[in-house]
């Protein structure tokens, strides 16, 4: 599923218009986004959680060359899957 069939899925599931249901699941996007922007989580009990882990710098190596390299340290987005969503797929 791509973000067009999720579109499509919710105008279907809640009667809304295309147009509408566009509009909300990009607000739905946009508010985790910037949830997360700002390094706080979005708990959403019984679906999940989604989180910010920091990752620290780090030496690698270039897997053509194999000379090492330093991997900055960066902020990455998880997604921890809640009970609900478990027993569903499960």
Not at 32 to 56: N, Q, Y
Not at 69 to 74: D, E, R
């Amino acid at each position: 599923m791509n973000k067009n069939d999720l579109i499509s899925a919710v105008a279907n599931s809640s009667g809304l218009s295309r147009s509408d249901a566009t509009k909300a699941v990009e607000g739905v996007f946009d508010a985790i986004t910037g949830a997360l922007k700002k390094g706080d989580e979005v708990r959403l009990v019984g679906f999940g959680t989604f989180a910010v882990a920091r990752r620290k710098a780090s030496t690698g190596r270039n897997p053509r060359t194999g000379e090492a390299m330093q991997i900055a340290a960066s902020n990455q987005p998880k997604f921890k899957a809640g009970k609900g969503l478990k027993d569903a797929v499960n």
